[in-house]
């Protein structure tokens, strides 16, 4: 008997706000089922074809529809081989419309690194949502850019004794996330 899989789609089946601004790959694998036999995916109520190749296939879901749809969504799909047998998957995915946030901390307890403070490494932390464990974030302070990673929506940066002493009075601190989806 056949067999159709549906691999992860969005690599966590979640699409975020970022990655339904282009066409989203949709795939899986299939046995016992013929090369050029037509695969049937159904989306959001509507149905991609695509044909099954080295016991796979793939369809790009266009941006506008992968924007279309809800929080949830089921993917199915079916496949038919030549001797009329039937071979279906299913896949639950989730449609993320939130946007990625990233906050610091206040560095030092009060925003402030006095003069015994700035005698040690300082710890910058902060917190994340809609970011998955992973991601990377960017902290640049006084022209430097430090790296950390997302970690159950925190993050910490260890900015270096010789760095903190090098600070002006006042600097601007910015941190940018880059999660796994870019």
Do not use: C, F, M
């Not at 008997?1 to 899986?28: F, H, K, M, W, Y």
């Not at 998957?89 to 690194?113: F, Q, V």
């Amino acid at each position: 008997t056949p067999t159709l899989s549906i691999n992860p789609v969005a690599g966590d089946d979640i699409i975020n706000s970022r990655e339904d601004d282009s066409p989203v790959a949709i795939s899986g694998a299939t046995t016992g089922v013929e090369d050029g036999s037509t695969i049937s995916v159904v989306i959001n109520g509507k149905t991609y074809t695509t044909t099954a190749a080295d016991n796979a296939w793939s369809i790009a879901l266009p941006a506008a529809d992968a924007q279309a749809l809800g929080a949830t969504a089921l993917i199915s799909a079916e496949a038919v081989n030549k001797a009329g047998d039937k071979a279906t998957g299913e896949r639950p995915i989730e449609h993320s419309l939130a946007t990625p946030t990233i906050t610091i901390n206040p560095i030092a307890g009060d925003d402030i690194i006095n003069a015994s403070e700035d005698d040690a490494p300082v710890t910058i932390t902060g917190t994340t949502t809609g970011v998955e464990d992973g991601a990377t974030i960017s902290l640049v302070i006084n022209g430097k850019t430090y790296a950390a990673v997302v970690n159950n929506n925190s993050w910490a940066v260890v900015v270096p004794v010789a760095d903190v002493q090098a600070l002006d009075p006042s600097e601007t601190v910015t941190a940018k996330v880059t999660t796994p989806a870019g």
